[in-house]
């Protein structure tokens, strides 16, 4: 990878981003790659009482403490056993987060150019976490963008 | 050896090879003055620390040469080589001194006045290259100025020069790094100035000898400097975290090993599991010290301090191997001394002042550090005269800090906490000891830098306290496992007091009072939690286990109990904060890993006892501090809380109570129309709170006794709950008799009921009229009680009442002259002071003014008792001022005006 562009954004060697893909409640979402600590299998979480609903628990990632985000409660999609989940690790702010998915698909790298806005008719709440869609072969992927689904201050996780 | 001395040891031999470093430049770049400062300031620290240790032959060397670094510093004199050469020389005597400190501990005899005459010769400009030929004579020298023969465990200088002669010539092929400059300076500092030639040999010794003494620095040879080392903060936090992977290895490890009965594992395993252990503790003891270490240099800082401000000091120390992480240890030492140094200088008073004062005189300074709830509490108590809360609202206005109107709305404590603003300094001069205005602040910003708070209470004449909370987050603490609702969680075991286990067959069981659970337990009653309820684990409707523990848990002065299904076992665990995300969740301090690899929740006993009890322990962490110091500032008073007569719970100053009983019923008897009882040979009449309550028919009953002088008084009761230590403020005053008020007591209204009104009813009829009074002469007095405050009014109109007066009472001033216009009479006057609408000091000018009650004795009731108003109250006709809250004294002072007024009649 040539650093000079890795510098600047997520590009990869043919200037475009790369996505890791994953699979919530069957849609095809996007994470920036830069942005991935790990990717981890079914995890056993720790309840964390009197947290906000979107808060899953927290694990044990060798020795830190990552809390795990239920993006189906995020994208308010319906309920899946949270244990059973595979999780994509994310860090914002010094803090890692485990984004709970269905499944973890592929690295893709894909020109930015291609990245298409939102359809304003999609769900409010998708919206505010998602920058862009892609088309790809067959079907869409939704970019979304971790500073904003993790943005607490917005008070999202709460509602 | 010392700490103190080791620590010198240490730093000293670090700035001694950054000298010698930093002179070899200044011989190369004599003008820099950022050189020489540097310089400067280190010898200058080393002849400080040296006068401070009490050496003296090495603070007079350091001093010297600090005299000639001074000259060049002012441009007095350059940087030759001659001086370099000179001071090079002394440093290594220093270094001399110091190898041979660090063997015997102390310092060896001898004198050093030829290098210092040598030196303060060239300070006074007298040398200009002589000295050079005479340095290399030092170690012959030696002998010669010793003079006599060593006494045993003494070591001869020469014989150390020997040594390090020998381990320098053991391996001369590879100088150490530090004195490689100088060795590659040295030559081509000499053949400059062009000195006579018999010179230039001279600097040859004198140059190996900074080589040699270095070379214990960077050599094998036992040291002091050695024995330490600086490592990063950061660098021991990776150890530890890779520690902690290591230790989940192994317990997984563990756990394979464990399913199989003989496994070849097993013992090499179990080693590996030992060293791992001892590998965990020992890294996580690099981090952690004992607080004493902060403190060791305050016994020598207080010794001085009250040798030098003539006062009388007795310092002590409690909780010293409180341990703390090193880095939050080494940010608050300075603040520590600081305030330790203040309390010393300000807050204490001069013996005689003490004396004056009525206190011993020798004051004292004590420093507590215990942990509390997660966090480390470090106090700073002294029993000195307290902050003046005029002098500082001077000080603000002088300073411009606040405008008079905002001092005006501000309470005392408020006002105290100015002396944390920057740029304040309460010392009304500023002294040698502190007082220079950066004070405070600093000291506040230091610790709030660390994520920790300092509050302050002082009381004018008895001492102020500074009480510093610092998190725990990065030290280990023991923790109880517990496991609720399928979650386990860890409760610092620094809170928790016992364990009990109940069942609802056992003798312990849970029982509940107008549906809140409290646990019976050795005659005291426990409010309990229930976590599972508190943390919302469970549906409402699910059936509760049988059997459950309750962790008994104190905060601060509260003990309630936490209501758990299962505990395990306790767990050394390392504090780790809890995400951004969950930050606001008040029932956790932080998370944990186990040794197991799982999370769990650590619980904050704090957060519990607040959200749950409404007793509101200790304020949000966020919580501005002069709130915390307003609500610290009140006294708080323990009230006796119990149910008794329906409704709302009761409550009672506990110091009105003189003994709790539980009587059997048959005990109780009826006699001359009331009950009573016989208690400790005598007859105790019992009251209820309203006639309708019944006493109990079978088993025992609850009585509150009181005690007045030798008669007691029992008040029935259905049920005694709680002892609840919080301010008293009464919001609501009572229409009925019998009450003070209604209160926020434990989080609900209560009723303040009072014991006046009780003591009064039976004592003044039942035991006949005069028995009860305190003199006999009052029973007919008439009393007229003016006050606003239907608290007072409640809390002294039965007080009289029992003494014998006969009291009337008017809410206001005006009222009162209404009764005088309608021509009642009375032997003497009561009045409070601060009074809506007219004061007690113009209500005393109007009665003495005209009319009927112009000699009526006044006496004055107030909050201030100071001889200012005490004069002003005798100049609006006041004949007597006793404090509002003194009982005894306004009884004394009530005697006294009227048998005076017996006496004129």
């Known amino acids: 990878m040539n650093s000079q562009e890795t510098d600047t954004s997520a590009r990869g060697i043919y200037g475009g981003v790369e996505f890791i893909t994953a699979s919530v409640g069957g849609q095809m979402f996007g994470i920036r790659v830069l942005t991935v600590q790990d990717v981890l299998g079914p995890q056993k979480l720790a309840r964390v009482p009197l947290a906000p609903p979107a808060v899953a628990g927290a694990l044990n990632m060798r020795g830190r403490i990552v809390t795990a985000i239920d993006l189906r409660q995020r994208l308010g999609l319906p309920a899946a056993d949270r244990e059973a989940s595979?999780?994509?690790?994310?860090?914002?702010?010094?803090?890692?987060?485990?984004?709970?998915?269905?499944?973890?698909?592929?690295?893709?790298?894909?020109?930015?150019?291609?990245?298409?806005?939102?359809?304003?008719?999609?769900?409010?709440?998708?919206?505010?976490?998602?920058?862009?869609?892609?088309?790809?072969?067959?079907?869409?992927?939704?970019?979304?963008?971790?500073?904003?689904?993790?943005d607490f201050d917005r008070g999202v996780l709460a509602a | 050896m010392d700490e103190l001395l080791t620590e010198f040891l240490t730093e000293t031999a670090e700035s001694l090879s950054t000298l010698d470093v930093e002179l070899v430049r200044l011989e190369q770049n004599p003008d820099d003055p950022k050189l020489i400062d540097n310089i400067f300031r280190l010898v200058h620290t080393i002849k400080g620390t040296c006068g401070f240790l009490g050496l003296p032959r090495l603070a007079a060397v350091a001093h010297s040469s600090e005299n000639v670094l001074g000259k060049i510093r002012d441009g007095a004199m350059t940087a030759t080589p001659v001086a370099v050469t000179l001071i090079l020389a002394s440093l290594d005597r220093i270094k001399d001194l110091l190898a041979a400190l660090e063997q015997t501990e102390a310092e060896p005899a001898g004198d050093d006045n030829e290098l210092i005459d040598k030196l303060d010769a060239m300070a006074?400009?007298?040398?200009?290259?002589?000295?050079?030929?005479?340095?290399?004579?030092?170690?012959?020298?030696?002998?010669?100025?010793?003079?006599?023969?060593?006494?045993?465990?003494?070591?001869?200088?020469?014989?150390?020069?020997?040594?390090?002669?020998?381990?320098?010539?053991?391996?001369?092929?590879?100088?150490?790094?530090?004195?490689?400059?100088?060795?590659?300076?040295?030559?081509?500092?000499?053949?400059?100035?062009?000195?006579?030639?018999?010179?230039?040999?001279?600097?040859?010794?004198?140059?190996?000898?900074?080589?040699?003494?270095?070379?214990?620095?960077?050599?094998?040879?036992?040291?002091?400097?050695?024995?330490?080392?600086?490592?990063?903060?950061?660098?021991?936090?990776?150890?530890?975290?890779?520690?902690?992977?290591?230790?989940?290895?192994?317990?997984?490890?563990?756990?394979?090993?464990?399913g199989r009965a003989d496994s070849e594992f097993k013992v090499p395993?179990?080693?590996?599991?030992?060293?791992?252990?001892?590998?965990?503790?020992?890294?996580?003891?690099?981090?952690?010290?004992?607080?004493?270490?902060?403190?060791?240099?305050?016994?020598?800082?207080?010794?001085?301090?009250?040798?030098?401000?003539?006062?009388?000091?007795?310092?002590?120390?409690?909780?010293?191997?409180?341990?703390?992480?090193?880095?939050?240890?080494?940010?608050?030492?300075?603040?520590?001394?600081?305030?330790?140094?203040?309390?010393?200088?300000?807050?204490?008073?001069?013996?005689?002042?003490?004396?004056?004062?009525?206190?011993?005189?020798?004051g004292k300074v004590v420093l507590n550090a215990y942990h509390e709830g997660g966090h480390i509490i470090i106090e700073i108590k002294d029993d000195g005269r307290g902050l003046d809360v005029d002098r500082i609202r001077a000080k603000v206005l002088e300073k411009g800090l606040a405008s008079e109107a905002d001092l005006q709305s501000m309470s005392d404590q408020k006002i105290q906490q100015f002396i944390f603003a920057p740029g304040f300094s309460t010392a009304a001069e500023v002294t040698a000891v502190s007082g220079r205005g950066v004070g405070m602040d600093v000291v506040r910003t230091n610790i709030e830098k660390i994520g920790g708070t300092v509050e302050l209470k002082s009381v004018v004449g008895r001492g102020s306290t500074f009480t510093i909370k610092i998190p725990l987050t990065l030290a280990i603490v023991s923790a109880l496992v517990v496991e609720c609702a399928g979650e386990r969680f860890a409760i610092p075991q620094i809170s928790v007091i016992e364990l009990v286990r109940a069942a609802s067959g056992s003798e312990q069981k849970i029982e509940t009072i107008n549906g809140t659970p409290v646990l019976r337990l050795r005659n005291r009653l426990l409010p309990l939690v229930y976590l599972d309820q508190s943390l919302q684990l469970r549906e409402a409707?699910?059936?509760?286990?049988?059997?459950?523990?309750?962790?008994?848990?104190?905060?601060?002065?509260?003990?309630?109990?936490?209501?758990?299904?299962?505990?395990?076992?306790?767990?050394?665990?390392?504090?780790?904060?809890?995400?951004?995300?969950?930050?606001?969740?008040?029932?956790?301090?932080?998370?944990?890993?186990?040794?197991?690899?799982?999370?769990?929740?650590?619980?904050?006993?704090?957060?519990?006892?607040?959200?749950?009890?409404?007793?509101?322990?200790?304020?949000?962490?966020?919580?501005?501090?002069?709130?915390?110091?307003?609500?610290?500032?009140?006294?708080?008073?323990?009230?006796?809380?119990?149910?008794?007569?329906?409704?709302?719970?009761?409550?009672?100053?506990?110091?009105?109570?003189?003994?709790?009983?539980?009587?059997?019923?048959?005990?109780?008897?009826?006699?001359?129309?009331?009950?009573?009882?016989?208690?400790?040979?005598?007859?105790?009449?019992?009251?209820?709170?309203?006639?309708?309550?019944?006493?109990?028919?079978?088993?025992?009953?609850?009585?509150?006794?009181f005690a007045d002088g030798e008669h007691t008084l029992g008040l029935l009761v259905e049920e005694i709950v709680d002892?609840?230590?919080?301010?008293?403020?009464?919001?609501?005053?009572?229409?009925?008799?019998?009450?003070?008020?209604?209160?926020?007591?434990?989080?609900?209204?209560?009723?303040?009921?009072?014991?006046?009104?009780?003591?009064?009813?039976?004592?003044?009829?039942?035991?006949?009229?005069?028995?009860?009074?305190?003199?006999g002469d009052s029973a007919s007095k008439r009393v007229l009680l003016v006050d606003d405050s239907p608290f007072f009014r409640n809390m002294l109109t039965p007080l009289l009442r029992v003494a014998g007066y006969d009291v009337t009472v008017a809410e206001a001033p005006d009222e009162a002259l209404r009764l005088r216009?309608?021509?009642?009479?009375?032997?003497?006057?009561?009045?409070?002071?601060?009074?809506?609408?007219?004061?007690?000091?113009?209500?005393?000018?109007?009665v003495r003014r005209e009319g009927a009650w112009q000699d009526v004795p006044m006496v004055a009731l107030s909050s201030h008792t100071e001889t200012q108003d005490f004069a002003r109250g005798r100049e609006a006709g006041f004949t007597d001022y006793v404090g509002k809250m003194d009982r005894d004294a306004l009884l004394q002072a009530l005697s006294q005006t009227l048998s005076m007024m017996g006496d004129a009649a």
């Open chain 2, 124 to 258: 006074a400009g007298e040398l200009v290259e002589a000295p050079v030929a005479a340095v290399p004579d030092e170690p012959e020298d030696f002998d010669a100025t010793l003079g006599r023969s060593l006494k045993p465990g003494e070591v001869s200088l020469e014989e150390l020069e020997r040594v390090f002669q020998e381990t320098s010539a053991g391996d001369d092929e590879e100088p150490a790094a530090t004195p490689a400059p100088v060795a590659a300076a040295e030559p081509e500092a000499t053949p400059e100035p062009a000195k006579p030639v018999a010179a230039a040999p001279a600097p040859k010794p004198a140059e190996v000898k900074p080589a040699t003494a270095a070379k214990p620095e960077g050599g094998g040879e036992s040291s002091v400097a050695n024995q330490s080392i600086r490592v990063s903060v950061e660098q021991l936090e990776n150890l530890m975290t890779m520690v902690s992977e290591l230790v989940l290895t192994r317990n997984q490890l563990m756990q394979m090993v464990r």
């Open chain 1, 86 to 150: 595979m999780s994509i690790v994310v860090e914002f702010k010094g803090e890692l987060y485990s984004l709970l998915i269905d499944e973890v698909g592929e690295v893709l790298a894909i020109e930015a150019d291609r990245m298409e806005p939102n359809p304003p008719t999609l769900k409010p709440n998708w919206r505010e976490v998602s920058s862009g869609i892609y088309r790809l072969d067959g079907q869409l992927m939704v970019v979304l963008e971790v500073d904003r689904l993790l």
């Open chain 2, 541 to 705: 409707d699910t059936e509760p286990p049988a059997e459950v523990y309750v962790v008994v848990t104190q905060v601060g002065a509260y003990t309630f109990g936490i209501v758990v299904d299962k505990v395990f076992d306790t767990e050394e665990i390392v504090v780790k904060p809890v995400a951004p995300l969950l930050r606001d969740i008040a029932m956790f301090s932080g998370n944990t890993i186990l040794g197991d690899g799982s999370v769990i929740m650590i619980l904050d006993p704090n957060g519990i006892a607040a959200s749950t009890s409404g007793a509101t322990m200790h304020e949000d962490e966020g919580a501005e501090l002069a709130r915390q110091g307003e609500s610290r500032g009140e006294e708080s008073v323990a009230m006796l809380l119990f149910r008794a007569g329906g409704g709302e719970p009761k409550a009672v100053p506990l110091s009105l109570v003189a003994r709790l009983e539980d009587i059997p019923v048959e005990a109780v008897e009826f006699a001359n129309e009331r009950y009573v009882t016989q208690y400790r040979g005598k007859l105790m009449p019992l009251v209820s709170m309203d006639h309708g309550m019944q006493i109990r028919e079978e088993g025992r009953q609850p009585v509150l006794v």
């Open chain 2, 723 to 775: 002892i609840v230590d919080q301010p008293l403020n009464v919001e609501l005053a009572a229409e009925r008799p019998g009450f003070i008020g209604s209160a926020v007591i434990a989080g609900k209204a209560t009723d303040v009921i009072d014991v006046g009104h009780y003591v009064a009813q039976n004592f003044d009829t039942w035991f006949g009229e005069g028995k009860g009074s305190a003199d």
């Open chain 2, 821 to 846: 216009e309608d021509g009642a009479d009375f032997d003497v006057i009561i009045s409070d002071i601060e009074m809506p609408g007219m004061s007690g000091f113009e209500f005393a000018t109007e």
């Open chain 2, 269 to 362: 395993l179990q080693r590996l599991s030992h060293v791992t252990t001892e590998l965990q503790e020992g890294v996580m003891k690099t981090r952690m010290q004992p607080i004493g270490n902060a403190w060791a240099k305050l016994p020598r800082i207080i010794r001085d301090l009250s040798h030098d401000l003539s006062k009388k000091i007795e310092l002590q120390m409690l909780g010293a191997d409180t341990e703390l992480d090193r880095q939050v240890l080494e940010l608050i030492k300075d603040p520590l001394t600081h305030m330790v140094r203040n309390s010393a200088d300000h807050g204490l008073e001069t013996p005689a002042e003490r004396t004056e004062a009525g206190k011993a005189e020798t």
